[in-house]
């Protein structure tokens, strides 16, 4: 079963739970978006323009492995020790937050906290559309057993 509520912000009103439109049931948090088959638990109260997201997965032609995700390293501002007094950065996790850390895979830099949710899903591969000459970035399309989705990738190099 695809626990739809790791996709959405519960901090956000319009985002914090799935909805459903038409034949699918979505989940959202802004920066990446899941669709499977409609789900009955769900509400049809659309909070976003579906229209205009781009599930042209059909016509990608070649889809790829998920890329191997980085080891996390000791947090910088702590060295590792946790300390939540001395450390801001990591909270006492000991180990740094991947939120604004990234890796480029197919000339796109995609967030590790996205990737980490992606990982959830069953049999996931990605999908690429060519980057476009502007500063624009297209949604990345993914697939896996039981639906697909888009991830907005990261702006800026690493």
């Known amino acids: 079963m695809i626990d739809l509520q790791l996709f959405c912000d519960k901090s956000r009103i319009n985002l914090k ?32 323009d579906l229209s205009k997201l781009p599930f042209d997965h059909d016509q990608i032609e070649e889809w790829y492995d998920m890329p191997d995700m980085p080891e996390p390293a000791n947090c910088g501002a702590c060295g590792g020790t946790g ?6 950065e990591c909270d ?7 939120h604004f850390e990234s890796i480029t895979y197919h000339d796109y830099r995609i967030s590790l906290t996205l990737l980490g949710k992606l990982k959830t899903l069953p049999n996931v591969k990605l999908g690429f559309v060519p980057m476009p000459e502007d500063t624009t970035c297209p949604p990345i399309r993914f697939k896996f057993d039981g639906g697909c989705g888009l ?8």
């Open 17 to 48: 739970q799935p909805f459903n439109d038409k034949d699918y049931t979505y989940a959202t948090n802004g920066h990446i978006v899941v669709r499977v088959e409609q789900d009955p638990q769900y509400d049809g109260t659309v909070w976003i």
């Open 83 to 88: 300390k939540v007094s001395d450390c801001p």
């Open 92 to 98: 006492g996790l000991k180990k740094r937050h991947l």
């Open 151 to 158: 991830l907005m990738p990261m702006m800026g190099k690493e």
